[in-house]
C-alpha cells in the first residue's frame, strides 16, 4: 500500500513520503526482476478515517469517501490478471478503466505556418478550435477531432514545450499526446514496453502534469494529467 506522497512533496512529511517512495522503488525492482509475477503498488486514495483526520486536525474530512469506496480497485487487483504498476484504487471500478486508462489522444503537428494550418484543419476540413493562445514563448490551437484532437503549434511553441517537458529541443514535426487518469501509471506500463523516459514528471506553466517519453522508433510521447485528475493538494496544519 502506498500514497500520493511518494511522489508529491507535502511539506513535514518527509518521513513519511520517503518510505513509501522507497517502497515504490523496491516494487518496481521486484517487478523487473519478476517478470512473471504480478507486483502492484496502490494508493487507496483520501479516506474519511481517524488516521487521515488525525494528520488534518483543524479540517473537515467528511466529503472525503468511505473506506469502503477503495474496495472495489482492491478487488480488481486481486481477480484481474492487470500489469505491474503503480494504481490508484479509487480511480477504477469492476466497470471502469484502472488507473492507467487513456482518457484522450491528441496528435501534436509542429508547423512552419501556423495560419496556414488552421485554415486546412480549422476550416477546409471544419474541426472547431477548442482552445488558441497566442503568447511570447509562441502560438498554437487546439482542435476537436471526434474522440481524438489535434494540437497545431509554430515552431517556438514547439520548442518552449520540450524545454519544459525534455529540457531541451526533441521532438520532429508529429508528437503523440495521452491524455491520462495517471501519469505514473501510464510511464510505467510505457517503459515495460521499451518506451525510453525522457524526462521526469513536471507540473507545466498551463496547469497539467506532464511527463516525456521516446518510443523505440523515436516517436515523442507526451503524457498529460490534467489537474482535476490530480489528488487535490493538502495543507499541512
Not at 110 to 116: H, N
Not at 143 to 169: F, M, T, Y
Amino acid at each position: 500500500m502506498t500514497s500520493d506522497a511518494a511522489i508529491e512533496p507535502y511539506e513535514g512529511w518527509g518521513g513519511y513520503g520517503s518510505s513509501k517512495a522507497a517502497l515504490e522503488q523496491l516494487s518496481s525492482i521486484l517487478a523487473a526482476e519478476n517478470p512473471d509475477l504480478r507486483v502492484y503498488r496502490v494508493d487507496p486514495g483520501d479516506m474519511r478515517t481517524q488516521m487521515h483526520q488525525e494528520a488534518f486536525p483543524d479540517e473537515d474530512i467528511s466529503d472525503r469517501p468511505l473506506p469502503e469506496e477503495s474496495v472495489p480497485g482492491l478487488l480488481e487487483l486481486l481477480t484481474d490478471d492487470l500489469p505491474s504498476g503503480r494504481y490508484r484504487a479509487q480511480d477504477f471500478t469492476r466497470t471502469e478503466e484502472p488507473t492507467g486508462g487513456i482518457r484522450e489522444l491528441r496528435v501534436a503537428l509542429t508547423v512552419e505556418d501556423l495560419d496556414e494550418a488552421a485554415a486546412l484543419y480549422r476550416d477546409a476540413l471544419g474541426l472547431s478550435v477548442a482552445k488558441e493562445w497566442s503568447e511570447p514563448e509562441g502560438r498554437g490551437l487546439i482542435l476537436d477531432a471526434g474522440p481524438a484532437s489535434i494540437e497545431l503549434v509554430d515552431q517556438a511553441q514547439a520548442a518552449h514545450i520540450d524545454r519544459i517537458e525534455a529540457g531541451e529541443r526533441v521532438s520532429g514535426p508529429v508528437r503523440l499526446a495521452f491524455g491520462v487518469s495517471s501519469v505514473e501509471a501510464s510511464a510505467s506500463s510505457l517503459r515495460d514496453g521499451g518506451a525510453k523516459a525522457i524526462g521526469e514528471p513536471v507540473h507545466t506553466p498551463w496547469g497539467d502534469l506532464n511527463q516525456r517519453l521516446q518510443a523505440p522508433d523515436g516517436t515523442q510521447l507526451t503524457l498529460f494529467q490534467s489537474a482535476a485528475e490530480r489528488p487535490a493538494e493538502k495543507e499541512v496544519v
